[in-house]
């Protein structure tokens, strides 16, 4: 059946972003200081001791500032700063980061960079913010460059090479592969951010603790208007996918409502968003959008682990030199962990240039080819008894993107996608055949009741625009 309405994107508020660059610009100026840079490099050598050959220029990246200082022993060090405007909660997401790579370093054989100090602001050269000091990674490359289409410049997005060679797709995929069933090897018993049961850097005790930190909620405060008192409280955690995918439709509704700027076109385009959000929060309350079953085993998920953040080596067959930025990893539900990965394309499904339904068609074809590594990757855990043969995630990956699962967890966690997904591949999975005047018959009395005059409050915020 074709989509009853053509879900539009929302696009980021465009005048939170600009207040997100005059941050920037303001805390650049005191970090680009001599005075600062000398007083980084003094701070670095605090903790990690010897004779420092050089200090490279500040490199930014989406959310945060790294300067590295190699030593004439050979070795390097850097210092990570969370970017003023573009992290908006820059200690909480150190913290839990700190967290999250110091169990992954002790429970799996991932390479992480191993931290030497982590402070506060108080600690930081001219109030710059909190730090992490962490050994660098020796790499040329990033697994992007092994898959991306030649010719794409590093400001472009990404897009999967359409003649890229089997062996070196194949390569790819089996080391992502091996990243992911090292990160989903442990469960946990609630929704949220790890932690050591004391934050003792030496304890081994692991507990949910906090609220499961992810981009998408960085994201909704910076650009999408939403208050950082609407997000779920610092120590919330959930017992249930169900009630954290509540949460998160409920999120999505308060999104719609708090963004001013490039949020809807028109009247008709407002009202198509309510009323997808309105569905997906009822499907929610229902308990219909979790599949996965087994409360209270959840597993660790990291919003941002794809290969632009897997660091290699071009010369040796873009071989894995480690992992990094595990600022949004957290204990989430099964849906999520068994969703085949997002990022086989390297390009998102709403930004695919052929449309939605040329992106499902090229994504089947790679992947084919990922669960095939994958599959291959858990014969080995299996034989080497370190897994079980239930515990496959090749199996769970296959049938999360055969029942439609996967999109269900894409809608969840993308707010700026979701409509474009809800209306192509949600709404008639759950709901069957109709009209928009059938789909709103499914609405409460109450969201019916609030319609018109929710739409008339966004058209003149439209009107007025310039503000947030």
Request: include cysteine.
């Amino acid at each position: 059946m074709l989509p009853l309405m053509k879900g539009k994107l929302m696009l980021f508020d465009e005048v939170a972003w600009d207040k997100s660059d005059e941050q920037l610009a303001t805390w650049e100026a005191i970090l680009l200081n001599q005075e600062t840079m000398q007083k980084i490099t003094t701070l670095i050598k605090i903790h990690r001791q010897g004779i420092t050959d050089q200090l490279f220029p500040p490199q930014k990246g989406s959310f945060n500032m790294v300067i590295r200082l190699r030593f004439l022993d050979g070795a390097s060090a850097i210092i990570r700063f969370p970017i003023p405007g573009y992290s908006v909660f820059p200690d909480e997401k150190l913290h839990r980061e700190v967290r999250v790579m110091r169990f992954l370093e002790r429970h799996t054989d991932i390479r992480i960079p191993h931290i030497l100090h982590h402070g506060t602001s108080d600690e930081s050269p001219h109030g710059l913010g909190p730090f992490i000091i962490m050994e660098y990674i020796d790499h040329n490359a990033d697994l992007v460059d092994a898959l991306n289409t030649p010719g794409i410049l590093d400001e472009e997005r990404p897009v999967l090479d359409p003649n890229i060679g089997d062996n070196r797709l194949r390569s790819v995929y089996n080391q992502m592969a091996g990243l992911l069933l090292q990160v989903a090897k442990y469960s946990f018993p609630r929704i949220g951010c790890i932690s050591n049961a004391a934050e003792d850097e030496f304890e081994d005790e692991w507990v949910v603790a906090h609220r499961p930190l992810s981009i998408n909620m960085n994201e909704l405060v910076q650009v999408g208007g939403v208050r950082a008192g609407d997000l779920p409280g610092m120590t919330e955690t959930f017992a249930t996918t169900a009630e954290y995918l509540l949460a998160l439709a409920e999120l999505h509704m308060t999104h719609l409502s708090s963004q001013r700027n490039d949020a809807i076109d028109d009247a008709e385009d407002c009202r198509t968003k309510y009323i997808a959000r309105c569905l997906f929060r009822k499907l929610a309350r229902e308990g219909r959008l979790s599949w996965a079953g087994e409360e209270g085993m959840f597993k660790l998920f990291c919003d941002d682990l794809r290969p632009a953040n897997v660091l290699a080596n071009s010369d040796f067959g873009y071989k894995i030199s480690g992992a990094i930025d595990w600022e949004f990893a957290y204990a989430a539900p099964l849906e999520f962990v068994y969703s085949p990965p997002c990022w086989l394309l390297l390009e998102r499904p709403e930004y695919w240039d052929n449309g939605l339904d040329d992106w499902e068609w090229v994504y089947e074809s790679r992947l084919e080819i990922f669960l095939q590594e994958l599959h291959m990757r858990e014969d080995v855990d299996i034989r080497r008894g370190v897994m079980s043969e239930e515990n496959r995630l090749s199996r769970h990956m296959r049938e999360s993107w055969n029942n439609g699962g996967f999109w269900v967890s894409y809608a969840a966690r993308r707010s700026w996608a979701f409509d474009v997904i809800y209306w192509a591949r949600i709404d008639r999975r759950f709901f069957g055949e109709g009209t928009l005047e059938d789909r709103i018959g499914l609405l409460t009395v109450e969201e019916r009741n609030s319609m018109e005059d929710f739409v008339q409050r966004k058209l003149a915020e439209k009107e007025e625009g310039g503000l947030i």
